[in-house]
T-cell receptor, first 114, second 109 residues
Framework: DTGVSQDPRHKITKRGQNVTFRCDPI?????LYWYRQTLGQGPEFLTY????????KSRLLSDRFSAERPKGSFSTLEIQRTEQGDSAMYLC????????????FGPGTRLTVL | GEDVEQSLFLSVREGDSSVINCTYT??????LYWYKQEPGAGLQLLTY?????DMKQDQRLTVLLNKKDKHLSLRIADTQTGDSAIYFC?????????FGRGTQLTVWP
């Protein structure tokens, strides 16, 4: 148990619907990351926060995706107008910056867009 | 730091050693990591190595790093059926992790 939790674990939605995922990092960690993993691939970076500031976004993160970390603790990732290509595992990770930058991952949210 | 390569499959017999290889691209990576993923689960950090080290041993795991060739390997001694999983090598660049496609390790009894 790494201490990072994600909710929900599974989400099935219809194309065009909006979905929101939540990540609760390890409590003392100041950095939080979102990755996406499709079948047969390694995780790909989407975005990360240091405290409440979103410091970087990947070009993979289209304008339908938005992430927040309002109080520097939990984070949400919202996908608007979902498409079938959004089906993937969405992984959250956290770290304490400077401590080998070792990222600890949550169990992921599996999204299926029908 | 965007082109991490791993072989996709490895099969070993229980009790043998497993060696999973990885090549990375970013010579400025400070740390290199090995993660394990079981079906339907998130990634479990197995071990990491600082870039100025050649070797790190942690119980049954041995990591070897060849910076000149940008080659990283993970050796699992006395491999057990519970070690069957996908193993990912990852390098860091600008705070983010870059992963390979993973090596599916299958352990036969």
């Amino acid at each position: 148990d790494t201490g990072v939790s994600q909710d929900p674990r599974h989400k099935i939605t219809k194309r065009g619907q909006n979905v929101t995922f939540r990540c609760d990092p390890i409590s003392e960690h100041n950095r939080l990351y979102w990755y996406r993993q499709t079948l047969g691939q390694g995780p790909e970076f989407l975005t990360y926060f240091q405290n409440e500031a979103q410091l970087e976004k990947s070009r993979l993160l289209s304008d339908r995706f938005s992430a927040e970390r309002p109080k520097g603790s939990f984070s949400t990732l919202e996908i608007q107008r979902t498409e079938q290509g959004d089906s993937a595992m969405y992984l959250c990770a956290s770290t304490l910056a400077g401590l080998a930058d070792t990222q600890y991952f949550g169990p992921g949210t599996r999204l299926t867009v029908l | 730091g965007e082109d991490v390569e791993q072989s996709l499959f490895l099969s070993v017999r229980e009790g043998d050693s497993s060696v999973i290889n990885c090549t990375y691209t970013d010579s400025s990576s400070t740390y290199l990591y090995w993660y394990k993923q079981e079906p339907g689960a998130g990634l479990q950090l197995l071990t990491y190595i600082f870039s100025n080290m050649d070797m790190k041993q942690d119980q049954r795991l041995t990591v070897l790093l060849n910076k000149k060739d940008k080659h990283l390997s993970l050796r699992i001694a006395d491999t057990q059926t519970g070690d069957s999983a996908i193993y990912f090598c990852a390098e860091t660049a600008a705070g983010r992790l870059y992963f390979g496609r993973g090596t599916q390790l299958t352990v036969w009894p």
